[in-house]
């Protein structure tokens, strides 16, 4: 059964700061692995997705890699902005039919 | 517009009742999902639905009964509710299936409350 850890559970930085979220999964035969954030009270947006034959994606500050041997994938948010304050959650498919595993997700405040 | 629309936002009700949830999408999409998050914010998926088709159902109870009328809209039914199943329920909806189809956009989320 594939079970998906995010470490830390929670982190505070200081504006402007570079930081890493974790995202490790157990069964590394994934067809995707997708990165989320989340906003109180709010549904989820999709942040990244990254197919399994890929190493990483980008969009603007935000640069996910994945490495499917060792079962694990970062997050890297450059100049940390207090906007970027939510909880991001890390999913993986296994299969391609979009039967999402979830991770327990990483609260993150960004401190002005 | 909303993309992903779900209705009601709240809803408190006693246990042992039945209730629905609503969920839209105007976003042309053939897939559609509905999701459990519990109290320790972990998110579950409940179910999915192609084209009016169900293609995922996880082990739920079959209390849970989803019904896709047409392919925009997958709604909720819930009969004998139970205290176990207060949490936020997300609706989503995707293209279909492959590669950056796979992206999913989220309603806002229905807390259900049973008392």
């Known amino acids: 059964k594939q079970e998906v850890t995010q470490i830390p559970a929670a982190l505070s930085v200081p504006e402007g700061e570079n930081l890493v979220l974790n995202c490790s999964f157990t069964d590394s035969a994934i067809y995707n692995l997708q990165w989320f954030r989340q906003d109180p009270g709010k549904g989820l947006t999709s942040l990244l997705l990254?197919?399994?034959?890929?190493r990483e994606q980008t969009s603007g500050r935000l640069n996910a890699s994945l490495d499917k041997s060792s079962g694990r994938s970062t997050l890297y948010i450059a100049a940390s902005q207090p906007g970027d304050s939510a909880t991001y959650l890390c999913?993986?498919?296994?299969?391609?039919?979009?039967?999402?595993?979830f991770g327990t997700g990483t609260r993150l405040t960004v401190i002005p | 517009d909303t993309a992903v629309s779900q209705t009601p936002k709240y809803l408190v009700t006693q246990m042992g009742n039945d209730k629905s949830i609503k969920c839209e999408q105007n976003l042309g999409h053939d897939t559609m999902y509905w999701y459990k998050q519990d109290s320790k914010k972990f998110l579950k998926i409940m179910f999915s639905y192609n084209n009016k088709e169900l293609i995922i159902n996880e082990t739920v109870p079959n209390r849970f009964s989803p019904k896709s009328p047409d392919k925009a809209h997958l709604n909720l039914h819930i009969n004998s509710l139970e205290l176990g199943d207060s949490a936020v329920y997300f609706c989503a909806s995707s293209h279909g299936q492959g590669g950056a189809k796979n992206i999913q956009y989220f309603g806002a989320g229905t807390r259900l409350s049973v008392l």
């Open positions: 990254i197919q399994s034959s890929q």
């Open positions: 999913a993986v498919d296994l299969t391609g039919a979009n039967n999402l595993f």
